[in-house]
């Protein structure tokens, strides 16, 4: 359509998908876009490194509300755990070939996380194929006690570990 007769387009661009050349329909998507909004300035920044004629993409950042004004739920019959301040949460597929979120990582930099902070977890929510691997990694690493894999988890409960946690890493 003409761009007066077609409504105001807005194109999310959220990491990986656009750190390399795209098709030509994708382009085609993304240079037509009358907005383009990233998750933050790295992938607005990298993007354009790959895809210079992207529009400008203007970073719109994710996260959660800070105040306890929020109904809570009790989550307690939903997870095994009570997570808190001192807890590490990371959400993602744990898929063979995707390891781009950092889980490996977090997982080697536990022990030097539980040394100084005993009492601290890293909570790994998500599910895949590679779910073994990282079981594996976290008992070679001596720190299979303070990594929790939680599987897929409601968007209520998600949320609540979200509040609850003192760290979102990726």
């Known amino acids: 359509l003409p761009h007066w007769l077609r409504p105001v387009s807005i194109t999310w661009i959220h990491g990986v998908e656009v750190w390399s050349r795209r098709g030509i329909r994708q382009r085609l998507g993304l240079a037509r876009s009358d907005y383009v909004v990233s998750n ?44 808190s301040r001192r807890d590490i949460l990371i959400v993602g597929r744990l ?52 990594v929790i894999f939680t599987g897929f988890l409601e968007d209520e409960v998600l949320a609540e570990i979200y509040r609850r946690c003192g760290v979102f890493a990726m």
């Open 40 to 83: 933050t300035i790295y992938t607005s920044n990298r993007a354009l490194e790959t895809n210079p004629w992207i529009p400008s993409p203007r970073p719109c950042h994710l996260g959660m509300p800070i105040t306890d004004d929020e109904a809570r739920i009790d989550i307690t019959g939903k997870i095994d755990f009570l997570p």
């Open 95 to 146: 898929v063979k070939g995707e390891g781009m979120k950092g889980h490996d990582r977090l997982i080697d930099v536990m022990p030097e996380v539980v040394r100084t902070t005993p009492d601290a977890r890293l909570i790994i929510v998500g599910t895949g194929d590679n779910l073994d691997f990282y079981r594996n990694l976290a008992h070679q690493k001596g720190i299979a006690d303070h």
